[in-house]
């Protein structure tokens, strides 16, 4: 989590964040990442999340997509749109 150094000396840990977090923490669904916990580093501007590992997010398939025109087939892309939705879903049942 990367904090505004301003931002955290005049209000601390951002509300937003902790919105998110408690959010991820209380996620349960295949489609989701899951953060399995929070640490705190040795100041108070390091905060990490632990999640699973993926060796290719969304974002970097969808770069290596435009050098290379086959990297992701039409197969992948609807099973890809199929997990989004899936955990959009999820997450508009939830709240």
């Not at 955290?8 to 916990?37: D, Y």
């Not at 705190?40 to 390091?46: R, T």
């Not at 990490?48 to 435009?66: H, S, Y």
Request: glycine share 6%; hydrophobic share 40%; with cysteine.
């Amino acid at each position: 989590i990367k904090f505004d150094s301003d931002q955290q000396k005049n209000q601390g840990f951002p509300v937003t964040a902790l919105r998110e977090i408690s959010v991820l923490l209380a996620l349960n669904h295949e489609c989701i990442v899951s953060v399995k916990e929070m640490v705190v580093g040795s100041g108070d501007d390091k905060v990490f999340m632990v999640m699973d590992f993926f060796e290719l997010d969304l974002q970097e398939a969808i770069k290596q997509k435009r050098q290379y025109p086959n990297v992701l087939r039409q197969s992948e892309l609807k099973g890809t749109m199929r997990q989004i939705l899936a955990g959009t879903s999820h997450m508009h049942e939830k709240w």
